[in-house]
Structure formats: C-alpha cells, structure tokens
C-alpha cells in the first residue's frame, strides 16, 4: 500500500518549473512533429535533455521582439499618419522647440540604426505601414532588419517579396537558397529510431545515449531502473497476485514503453535540433554583404 | 508632450532619426530626450533608460544636468534596474537611512535540506507549505514501506523523490530568494521613485 501510494506520489511529483517565457521552439519537421508538440506541452519534458540541448540554440531563434505582432500587416494606412510626416516638437528644458520632423528615406540611417543595434527604432520605421512608399528597397532593409534581430522566418519573407530584377534580388535569394534548404551536420552520423528503440527496451535510457541526450537517457535509467526495482521487490515479497505488485508494475510498464518509444522520438527530435541549429548557423555567419546597401 | 498621431514607438524612431540627421547637439539630446518619454509613453522604459544614457554630460548647464539625472533615475526604476538607480542615487548625494530587508540566496539553498524551509525562508509560503507536505508525506510513506518489509521500494522511491523534487525546490527557494531582494528593494526605495515623478 505504501508503495504505491509512494509511486502515485512520484508520478505527481512536481517537475522543475518550465521557462517563463515560451518563445516558439524550433519546429520539427517529418513524421515526428505531432508529437513534439505533445511533448513541448507537457512540463516534465521541458525537464529532460533534449530541451536542453535545445536550450542552446534558442538564443539564435528568439527574435528581440516580433516586428509583425507589433506593426502588423504591411499593406495599411495607419490613421492621422499620410503622407510620411508627422508633425510634434520636443523640448528639453520647457524653452526650445526642435520644431517639426519628417521621415525622409536615408539608406545612412538605416546602416547607422543597424550597426548600433538600434534595431526597434529600425523595425519601428520600416514595418510601420505608411511612413514610406512601397519598393524594393523597403523590402529588402526590412529582410535585413528581420535578419538582424534573428527573425529568419520574417527575414525570408520580407526577402521573398523582392522580385527579379531588382539590385537586391541576388542578396534576397542567396539568403532563401540557404533557408530553403537541409544543410548536413557536420560530425554527426545519421541514427537509427529503430535501433534506440530496441537498445531502450535492452537497457533502459541508453537509446536516448546513442542519440546524443546523455542527460535524459541516464535520468531514464535512474527512474525506469527504480520503479522495475520496486515492481521486482513487491513481486518477489507480496507475490504476483497481489494488488500492489498489480499496481506497481503497471507504472513500471507505463514508463518502459515510455521509454522505448521516447528514445526512437529523440532520434528524429535531435537530428532536427542539429538541423536547425546547423541552418541558423549557416544564416548567422552568412558571408553576404547585406548591409551594404 | 504625448500628441495623438503616430503610435509611441514610432515617434520614438523618428526621433532617433531626426537626431542621427540633427546639426548640433543640443538638437540632439533635445530629440534623445523626447525619444525616451516617448519610449517611457510605450511602456519601454530600459530602452527610454539606455537613450537617455547616451545624452553626455558636459557641456550642460546645471539645472540640464540635474534634469537628466531625474530622468535616468525614473527610468532606471521603472526598467527595474535597481543597481544602476542606486549608484545614480549617490551621485544624486540623496542619503537614505536604514537598509532594505536582504535575503541571502546562499542560506536558502543550504536550507532547502529541509523540505520546505528554504522556501520559508526566501518568504514564499505557500509553496514552503506544499514542499514541506509533500517531504514530510513522502518521509511517512517510506518510513511506512519500510516497516512493511519493503526495503528496497522505501530506498529506491525516497531515492527517485530526492532526485526529482530536491533540486527544483532548491532551485525555486534560490530564485524566491532573488525576487524577495528585488521586492525588498522597491518598497525601500519606492518613496524616493514617488518623489522624483
């Protein structure tokens, strides 16, 4: 009885806190995406090795802040705001007015605002609908301020909409070839799902060690290993019939299959992670004179 | 100085802009200055912090400088960058009496040994209650299982609790600790804030 109630204590056990923001997670692509998703909604998976591989590479994907949630769409008129000059004045002691200010396209303040990382100011001005006129090259300094702030995605479609025959299309599909693609991993041998499953039913948690998450496949070890013990001990001492020794290997079943079926998981999760982190790299260290406008 | 118009961050940009092309620098820092509130007006205060940690300080009358140190100081505290409002509060020679209430995130992890009293300690109650209950239920049921006979399962499951719940409320009691400093902090300065606004 003690037992289990332990062992449905374990299960409610809480888990260490989840990150408090939640920036999206790089996707999964393949057959496996359904259930990275199921998996990035529990909190106990945020807990285990995988997500902290992942963790690493977060910084890469997590824009300083979403340009589309905050501006919007690209194609409107943002009310008491024609014609691109806005009219206020600022004063620094209450005497002197600076008088009126107006937004004048200056491909030198976009390569000043940028090399400063005053990206927001950059954002504010460039995706804020109706300070300039549609063109080119407003579509392509919002790509390379998407690009700047790590928003690729954003990036590539600011990028995409630049048509052929502008002086910026080649820029715009250079960096699109090497987002539209599956870069290889360096020093990374391709794993098998089937043979982590099989080596996780063998020996607990040591799929999840052939596919590269240490940490996760020796937690799996250390808890699977636990709760088989205590299946085993109530076995041996209450018998098999026995109610509590019922109860106690269920759980233990449970997490077994769990564990065989996470480890062939991780293959295909781990291998995206290398993949995205590998693209990002790719996109980070682009050898393509973006800024120069 | 807020107008209708433009949205706040907008505004802020063009000031930016405005001061990038600016003749002079009193110009300038007038439209660094008008940025900040502006940023301060979107709800941006540490990038309203950062500009108005741009604007130099010679060259500026007294009565400018001071104005400047009044707005890194609102701004340092909004942006809850209360070691920079601190040092900016001695240059300001404002001498406060006392100290905030401290709690040594050491202590807290030593003490979260003892289930729950870390979190006690770092002043989060309700979560000292839950870990302590579920320690001290969890002891029970292993002493329990222990008189059962079941020897093995009292190890292995105290072990796998251990393992599971120990180092996240250890974790949690560090970071209660950190927030109770921060909170601690506020409420100490909180009428200098109230006075400079």
Redo the contacts between chains.
């Keep these: ?3 289990l ?3 449905a ?2 299960l409610l ?5 989840a990150p408090a923001a939640s920036p999206a997670w790089p996707k999964v692509r393949g057959p496996f995406s359904w259930a990275d998703r199921v998996m990035n909604s529990t909190t106990i998976a945020r807990s285990g090795g995988i997500y902290a591989l992942r963790a690493k590479t977060l910084a890469l994907y997590t824009p300083a802040f979403d340009a589309r949630l ?1 501006f919007g769409p690209f194609s409107s008129v ?1 009310p ?2 024609e014609g691109g000059v ?1 009219t ?6 209450g005497d ?1 007015s ?1 008088g009126q ?1 107006s ?1 004048t396209p ?1 491909l030198g ?1 976009f390569s ?2 940028l090399g400063s990382k ?1 990206y ?3 954002a ?2 460039l995706f ?1 609908p109706g ?1 300039f006129a549609p063109s080119d090259t407003l579509q392509y300094l919002r790509g390379v301020t998407a690009y700047d702030i790590h928003d690729f995605s954003l990036a590539a479609d600011c990028f995409a909409a630049i048509p052929e025959g502008s002086p910026y299309a080649v820029k715009a599909k250079s960096f699109l070839d090497v987002w539209n693609s599956t870069p290889e991993i360096p020093n990374y041998k391709p794993k098998s799902p089937l043979l982590a499953g099989v080596m996780s039913a063998v020996i607990p948690g040591s799929g999840k060690i052939y596919a590269g998450d240490l940490r996760s496949g020796v937690s799996t070890l ?2 699977v290993g ?2 088989g ?2 299946a085993a ?2 076995w041996i ?1 209450l018998g098999g019939r026995d109610w509590r020794t019922i109860a ?1 290997s269920s759980v233990f079943g449970l997490f077994y299959i769990g564990n065989i079926y996470g480890s062939a998981l991780s293959v295909s999760v781990i291998r995206n992670t290398y993949q995205d982190a590998e693209k990002a790299t790719l996109l980070f260290d682009l050898r393509i004179p973006l800024h120069q406008f | ?1 807020a ?5 706040p ?10 001061a ?2 600016a003749a002079d620098r ?2 300038r ?3 660094l ?2 940025k900040a ?1 502006f940023l301060a007006e979107a709800g ?1 205060s540490a ?1 309203a912090y950062e500009t108005v940690c741009r604007i130099q300080r010679f060259g500026l009358s007294e ?2 400088r001071a ?1 400047l140190l009044r707005r890194k100081l609102i701004y340092s505290w909004e942006a809850g960058k209360l070691d920079d409002f601190k040092v900016l509060l001695e240059e300001a020679g404002k001498t406060v009496s006392g100290k905030p209430r401290h709690r040594s995130t050491d202590a807290a992890m030593l003490l979260s040994i003892i289930p729950g009293a870390g979190l006690a300690y770092a002043g989060d109650w309700a979560s000292a209650g ?1 870990t302590f209950l ?1 320690g001290a ?2 002891i029970a ?2 002493v ?2 222990f008189a ?7 190890f ?2 105290g ?3 251990l ?3 120990l ?3 250890t ?2 009691a560090i970071e209660a600790a950190n927030e109770f400093n921060v909170r601690s902090l506020k409420e100490f300065y909180t009428p200098i804030y109230n006075a400079l606004r």
Excluded: H
């Design positions: 009885m003690n037992a109630v332990l062992a204590l374990l056990a809480p888990a260490p806190d905050r943002t008491g705001f806005p206020f004045s600022a004063d620094f002691d002197s600076v200010l937004a200056s303040f000043y605002a005053l927001e100011d950059a504010a001005l804020t300070v250390l808890i636990a709760l013990g205590m001990e109530s001492k106690l | 100085m107008e209708e118009g433009p949205d961050a907008l505004k802020a940009a063009l000031c930016e802009m405005a990038w092309q009193a110009t820092d007038s439209l200055l008008a509130e941006e990038r009565d400018q104005e839950r579920a239920g969890s049921l292993g329990g299982a059962s006979g079941l020897y093995v399962s009292a292995l499951g072990g796998i609790l393992y599971t719940t180092p996240a409320a974790a949690k």
